[in-house]
C-alpha cells in the first residue's frame, strides 16, 4: 500500500512491469506519491474535469490525479511497457482512467474529452517546447483546456514566465502571456526523480485567459516575435528588416523605437507592431 490509495509502491510496479528508465523517451519518473500528489492539487478542484495527461509512465502522477478527485483521466502513453502497469490503475479507479498507447505528438484526444479540460503532465523533455507551443497556438481561443499545469527543466520554466528585460524573455513568454496567466507553482530538485536529471525542474501553472490580453492576429504576432528574437542581440529595425522596407514606420507606429532590442519591448508592444503588420 502506498498511502494515497491501495495500490503497491511506485518501486514495486516499475520492477512487476519492468519499467527500467529509457532516456531517449525522456523517462525521469517520480515515485514519491505525495508529491505527485501535491503536482494534482496545483490545478485546483478537479472533480468535475477531465484531465489530459502526456507521458504517465508508471503512473504516480496518473495516481495522484485520481486520487485528488479528477473525474476523469485520458493518459496518453507512447512507451508500451507501461501500458500493464496503468491497466492496474484503471481497474482500481473504475471508469475514471482512459489508457492511449501512442505518441502524444500525433494521437487527436479531442474526442476524448469533454467539459471542463484541464492539462497535468510529467513532459518528457525532448517534445515539452513542441507540445506547449502547439497547445498555445491552436486555430481559435478560447482553447480546448482551461489549464496546463506542466513540469519542464527549470530554464524552460523560466523563459515561459520571464519578464522584459531579463536574458529569458522571448518567444515562449509572449505566447504563453499573451493569452493565459503564468506562474511557477513549484521547484523541484533533480534528485526527486528516478533517474535525477542533470537540471533543475519546475511545475508552471497556465490559466487560460478568456481573450487575449491585447488584440492582435496570432499569425502576424507568431511571425514577428520569432524572427525579431532570432536576431536578439540586433536594434529591431535590423533584426526585423524581412518584414519589410517600412518596418521603421510600423515600429515607430506601434510606439517602439527602432533602434530598442527585442528584449526590452513589452507584450503590448509587439501586439501593437502585428496589428499595425497586418493592417498594411
Ligand atoms: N508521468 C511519469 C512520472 O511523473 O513519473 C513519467 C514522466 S517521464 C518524464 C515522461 C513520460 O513520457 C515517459 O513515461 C515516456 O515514456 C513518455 N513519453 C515520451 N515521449 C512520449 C510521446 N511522444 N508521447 C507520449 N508519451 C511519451
Redesign the pocket.
Known amino acids: 500500500m502506498s498511502g494515497i490509495d491501495d495500490l503497491p509502491p511506485l518501486r514495486q510496479v516499475i520492477g512487476d512491469f519492468g519499467l527500467s528508465a529509457?532516456k531517449s523517451?525522456?523517462?525521469?519518473?517520480?515515485?514519491d506519491l505525495n508529491l505527485?500528489a501535491r503536482i494534482a492539487r496545483v490545478p485546483g478542484d478537479l472533480s468535475g474535469c477531465d484531465v489530459l495527461?502526456?507521458?504517465?509512465?508508471?503512473?504516480?502522477?496518473?495516481r495522484g490525479l485520481l486520487a485528488s478527485g479528477a473525474r476523469r483521466v485520458l493518459a496518453?502513453?507512447?512507451?508500451a511497457r507501461?501500458i500493464p502497469a496503468l491497466q492496474q490503475i484503471a481497474k482500481a479507479y473504475p471508469g475514471r482512467l482512459k489508457v492511449l498507447h501512442?505518441?502524444?505528438?500525433e494521437i487527436d484526444v479531442g474526442a476524448h474529452l469533454s467539459g471542463e479540460v484541464r492539462v497535468v503532465?510529467?513532459?518528457?523533455?525532448?517534445?515539452g517546447t513542441e507540445l506547449l507551443v502547439r497547445w498555445l497556438t491552436p486555430p481559435e481561443w478560447p482553447p480546448f483546456w482551461r489549464s496546463l499545469t506542466l513540469?519542464f527543466q527549470r530554464e524552460v520554466a523560466q523563459r515561459i514566465v520571464a519578464e522584459p528585460g531579463s536574458k529569458a524573455y522571448g518567444r515562449l513568454a509572449i505566447l504563453a502571456q499573451w493569452r493565459s496567466d503564468v506562474r511557477i507553482a513549484l521547484s523541484l530538485p533533480p534528485e526527486a526523480?528516478t533517474p535525477p536529471p542533470k537540471v533543475s525542474s519546475a511545475v508552471v501553472h497556465l490559466t487560460a485567459l478568456p481573450a487575449p490580453r491585447f488584440a492582435a492576429d496570432a499569425a502576424m504576432l507568431s511571425r514577428v516575435v520569432a524572427m525579431a528574437f532570432n536576431q536578439r542581440r540586433k536594434m529591431l529595425r535590423a533584426a526585423l528588416k524581412g518584414m519589410g522596407p517600412d518596418i521603421e514606420d510600423h515600429l515607430t507606429a506601434a510606439g517602439i523605437s527602432p533602434t530598442e532590442r527585442a528584449e526590452q519591448v513589452p507584450l503590448e508592444g509587439f501586439c501593437a507592431l502585428a496589428r499595425s503588420l497586418h493592417n498594411r
Open positions: 529509457r523517451l525522456g523517462q525521469n519518473f517520480l515515485l505527485t495527461e502526456v507521458g504517465p509512465g508508471p503512473g504516480g502522477l496518473t496518453v502513453e507512447k512507451d507501461c501512442g505518441d502524444a505528438l503532465a510529467n513532459l518528457p523533455y525532448n517534445i513540469m526523480f
